[in-house]
């Protein structure tokens, strides 16, 4: 009778713990959901293509990005990097593989910190040629705009995130930089820090030729807030299918992630 008093009182201990425990994981899933939360993280998104060129070769980039905030006067600086380590395959016979760094990206967001239903921030974006190889990076410095926006309601976090970079010095022997890069998200949180998402990057260079400017992916999946040691980690997985995409572009693409969060 004692052993069973016992399990009872665990039990009614326990349940307030671990329902606060399920509400702590979907607040922070829809904070490493907003790209421009107050939240120090540090994610490794791998992106793996399949299916470029003749050959049908694989490439695969790990693009480490470290994001970290500050608030100065009603405003958090939103400071994102983007540090691509790539592995390009051989597209066509004879033309080998490589592997090194590409270009870093560098945006600061300007949001303001007070909560609000409709999020949104603005900066600079920097591109810096820092790619170890010709093939893996532009040759140029380039600057432009960047801009998210994005509501939580309820259980959804729904944005969107777009940038414009134009190149303005660097190897005059390589061609201009007029790149667009954004991406739309939308992530619907189940319980217990799971999550379905769709959150592909569509891209447009437009100093390529017409019918060779976009990549449009469409697809998704899903992800989990889960703990290592003390760190809440986000972890993530989506596929891409490219229902547009330059000759010789990658016909789909999977996508895994990690991401350490350090709330404040």
């Known amino acids: 009778m004692r052993v069973v008093t016992g399990l009872i009182a665990a039990s009614l201990v326990a349940a307030p713990v671990f329902a606060q425990s399920a509400q702590d994981s979907e607040a922070l899933a829809k904070q490493s959901q907003n790209p421009i939360a107050n939240l120090i ?3 490794f998104q791998n992106n793996t293509y399949f299916g470029i060129g003749p050959e049908n070769a694989v490439n695969n980039t790990l693009n480490i990005q470290p994001i ?10 939103i400071n994102r990097f983007i540090l691509p380590v790539v592995y390009e395959g051989e597209p066509v016979a004879g033309a080998g593989s490589v592997f090194g760094l590409g270009d870093l990206s560098y945006t600061p967001f300007f949001s303001p910190a007070k909560d609000s239903k409709v999020v949104w921030g603005i900066g600079p974006s920097f591109l810096f040629p820092t790619a170890t190889d010709d093939r893996l990076g532009s040759g140029k410095w380039s600057a432009g705009i960047g801009a998210v926006v994005l509501t939580i309601a309820g259980k959804w976090v729904i944005g969107g995130l777009a940038q414009n970079v134009w190149s303005f010095a660097g190897d005059e022997e390589r061609s201009d930089v007029n790149f667009f890069f954004s991406q739309y998200f939308i992530n619907y949180n189940i319980k217990n820090g799971w999550y379905l998402s769709s959150a592909p990057i569509i891209t447009a260079n437009w100093e390529a030729e017409s019918g060779n400017q976009w990549t449009v992916p469409v697809g998704g999946g899903g992800g ?10 986000d972890a993530q997985v989506q596929a891409f299918y490219n229902v547009e995409k330059p000759e010789g572009g990658p016909d789909w693409s999977l996508r895994l992630q990690l991401k350490l969060l350090f709330p404040k």
């Not at 970290?68 to 600086?77: A, H, I, L, M």
């Open 224 to 233: 989990k807030i889960f703990h290592m040691g003390k760190t809440p980690v």
């Open 68 to 77: 970290y905030p500050f608030t100065v006067g009603g405003v958090n600086v």
């Open 41 to 43: 993280s540090l994610p």
